[in-house]
């Protein structure tokens, strides 16, 4: 190859493709354009909660909450207890947390409501006979 050659060979024969043209936003302000779009302002936020009380007291005035009292299914976060008064027993509490559980002595009779010497007597006829 001679000198000639390679000049031409190294100068670029036609000039490189340019670059499509610059969008008018970058992707950074187009993000920030969305999020100012999409944002929630806090006049939004109260102005929502105000709609919310508007119409909670056109139902009250219309009677529709009247009858009703929140009803305690599974869906419903507290769990009430029994109002009957029904307890377990509790010498077979005390016999289901000492065989269930490691729980000490001391703990199942506070638990239970029944003497230590009690606990410790259900624990030793629950053992096996040999």
């Known amino acids: 190859m001679s000198m000639e050659e390679a000049v031409q060979f190294t100068q670029p024969q036609s000039s490189p493709p340019q670059p499509a043209s610059q969008p008018e936003h970058t992707a950074r302000t187009y993000d920030f354009d969305r999020f100012r779009r999409t944002a929630v302002t806090l006049e939004d936020i109260l102005g929502a909660k105000k709609k919310r ?67 410790v007597g259900l624990k030793l006829k629950l053992r096996n006979a040999a």
Not at 62 to 80: M, Q, S, V
Not at 99 to 111: G, H, M, N, Y
């Open 53 to 119: 009380n508007e119409a909670m007291e056109r139902a009250r005035e219309r009677g529709l909450d009247k009858d009703e009292k929140p009803k305690a299914g599974k869906n419903n976060a507290t769990i009430r207890p029994k109002k009957n008064g029904a307890r377990r027993n509790p010498e077979i509490h005390a016999k289901v947390l000492l065989s269930e559980t490691s729980l000490p002595f001391r703990e199942i009779a506070d638990i239970t409501g029944l003497d230590f010497y009690r606990v």
